[in-house]
């Protein structure tokens, strides 16, 4: 288990927090957001009539109110206030309705938003390079898509429109005072510039704090991906204590940060509740004097209050939403990051879509250095490989740990391309040839088969979803998988779980090499792919490799002498370069790194 210690990271996003409220983020995030409702502009718009009206209804009665105290009551007119009582029961039906089109399309529009968002988040992931998944934790992917997706929720089903509603019911209000009685308008709103001193305090503290809050819960999700999926190491080795103290670790980190959000609020909501009171009795003193002195009617004093209680609802209400606000501007920064993520790797404009090759591999002067985060260059790894594989052959690398035979099989998938030289096959430069059309002529089986939740079939036909149920058997019967299957519960219709746990580890690589056998690639890349199965598995293997391996190119990354004595080419590779080549017998002849390798494995 890896103790984490986000310190650093967190350090780094704090003093990244001075840009948050710049104008060109902002106009970023609503342009994401605005972008998503392209789709569906007409209920957008829609929601916004509703919404104006709904407002406009809302500002109506204190203004009846008024004339009826003034005008219908003091003059004892019933049929003028018949009349405004009727149009207080209009304005009331109106708002409900105008408030139900407005909830139900703003609902409407903000679910469908936060589904096309994850659509897009998910599907940027797919395009993203395999370097991108080696430098971030799967958990904190997974809370980007699940937990930071959650926090907008509120934003868009509700938030925007409290945010819209409660900015016009501000703005109406104060014309509407101002139009009553300027004087008894702006005693009250002296109240103003202490609720903008204490939400700008706020803002400037909050902001750090939800941000802690959306970073820290990105690693609550990764420590609990990361130690459930190894649930079985960390009891193999007792280190259930040790994990649980390390997440006991995180989630009071994760506590903390939320404690922080809690104090303010604790500081702030009852510092607008006091405004509001403070506004109110204003009202009451300053405006009981304009009345009793005559300046102001009683029906314009009562407006005055029911205006006062519109005027600080909405501040109320935007403070609560400054929170809701704070926690989706910040988990709308953390998906705007992985979307202006760009793959390492990228199709050339004028990449071209290679046809059905032979599979003639060469390599020419090819050097390589993994990337570092923020962009800067590793150390290399590769130095200058050359390598020429004609096509139908089989290569066996071979090598101490870190030589580099992985990162070759890497270089020819195009998950990396290499910093300098070129690789071809057939003489095509894959670099002008689209990833897509390279990858469908490769097939690859790493040391650990991948299985995905589903049936077996489902996961030998993966590689060729169109595959009929008789070419899914014959795959299965070739590589000496089809007896076991049909050994289970509900044969090739057998769900195996998440990762095919159901499966022992030497029948989930005989799966994954039907898989591959099914795909019928050109060429064929065995990462490992006979380590972790024991002898007898291994005996089927080799059977079934003669197959597999038979009229295609080959590269077989192994450490099992059956497996390299019978390749056609082994390459010798000791600190990202070639150190020897040639057939078994030719390098054992030589008596150089490979005897000393192969002395090595025969002891093993």
């Known amino acids: 288990m890896r103790v984490h210690q986000p310190g650093g990271y967190m350090m780094r996003q704090r003093g990244a927090q001075v840009e948050d409220w710049s104008w060109n983020t902002t106009r970023k995030r609503l342009g994401v957001l605005w972008r998503l409702t392209k789709p569906y502009r ?11 009206t709904a407002t406009a209804t809302a500002l109506a009665p204190p203004l009846l109110a008024r004339y009826a105290l003034d005008d219908a009551v003091r003059h004892k007119t019933g049929a003028q206030l018949i009349l405004i009582v009727s149009l207080f029961v ?33 599907g940027h992931l797919q395009r993203l390079s395999l370097g991108f998944y080696e430098r971030n934790r799967a958990g904190v992917l997974i809370s980007r898509m699940t937990n930071d997706v959650e926090a907008i929720d509120q934003l868009v089903t509700d938030g925007v429109t409290t945010l819209a509603q409660s900015t016009l019911m501000l703005g109406g209000t104060a014309v509407l005072l101002l139009v009553l009685d300027w004087r008894l308008a702006l005693a009250t709103l002296a109240v103003i510039p202490f609720v903008s001193i204490a939400t700008a305090l706020f803002r400037s503290r909050s902001a750090r704090a939800y941000a802690d809050v959306r970073e820290r819960l990105g690693l609550v999700t990764a420590t609990l991906a990361e130690d459930i999926a190894g649930m079985r190491m960390v009891q193999a080795f007792t280190r259930e204590q040790l994990a649980q103290d390390n997440f006991r670790t995180v989630a009071r980190r994760y506590r ?3 404690m922080q959000t809690v104090v303010l609020n604790a500081l702030y909501f009852p510092v607008v509740s006091f405004l509001a009171t403070l506004a109110l009795a204003i009202v009451l003193g300053y405006g009981g004097h304009l009345y009793f002195t005559g300046a102001i009617s009683l029906g314009t004093l009562f407006a005055f209050m029911l205006y006062v209680n519109n005027f600080f609802d909405p501040v109320q209400q935007l403070s609560q939403l400054y929170n809701t606000f704070l926690s989706a501007t910040a988990a709308l920064d953390k998906i705007i990051g992985v979307l202006d993520e760009e793959p390492d790797v990228l199709d050339a404009p004028a990449a071209k879509s290679l046809d059905r090759i032979a599979g003639h591999v060469r390599f020419n002067q090819v050097r390589f250095a993994y990337g570092l985060r923020g962009g800067t260059q590793g150390e290399e790894v590769l130095h200058g490989i050359d390598l020429d594989v004609p096509a139908g052959t089989t290569v066996a690398l071979v090598g101490h740990t870190g030589a580099g035979k992985s990162t070759i099989a890497k270089l020819l998938a195009r998950f990396y391309e290499p910093t300098s030289g070129r690789i ?16 469908r002529q490769l097939g690859i089986v790493p040391q650990e088969g991948f299985l995905f939740a589903g049936t077996v079939a489902e996961n030998i036909a993966f590689g060729k979803p169109d595959a009929k149920a008789d070419e899914i058997v014959r795959a299965a019967q070739t590589v000496g998988a089809h007896d076991f299957i049909l050994r289970l519960e509900d044969g090739y219709e057998t769900q195996l779980g998440e990762r095919g746990s159901r499966l022992s580890l030497g029948q989930r690589q005989l799966v ?15 990462d490992e792919a006979t380590s972790s199965v024991d002898i007898g598995t291994e005996r089927t293997i080799e059977r079934a490799l003669r197959t597999l391996l038979s009229d295609r190119t080959s590269f077989v990354i192994a450490h099992r002498l059956s497996t390299i004595r019978d390749a056609d080419l082994i390459v010798v590779l000791e600190h990202g370069q070639v150190i020897e080549q040639g057939s078994h017998d030719e390098l054992l002849a030589k008596r150089g790194l490979y005897t000393s390798l192969y002395g090595d494995w025969a002891a093993a």
């Open 42 to 52: 007409l209920r957008t718009g829609l929601s916004l009539f509703s919404l104006l």
């Open 90 to 122: 209009v304005a009331g039906l109106a708002n409900w309705g105008m408030t139900y089109v407005e909830t139900y399309m703003t609902g409407w529009v903000g679910e469908r938003i936060l589904a096309d968002l994850r659509t897009e988040l998910f």
């Open 424 to 439: 071809t096959i057939d003489g095509v430069d894959l670099n002008h040839v689209t990833q897509e059309s390279l990858r």
């Open 256 to 258: 903390d940060s939320n």
């Open 512 to 526: 994954a090499f039907a898989r591959a056998l099914l795909a019928d690639p050109r060429i064929l890349i065995l």
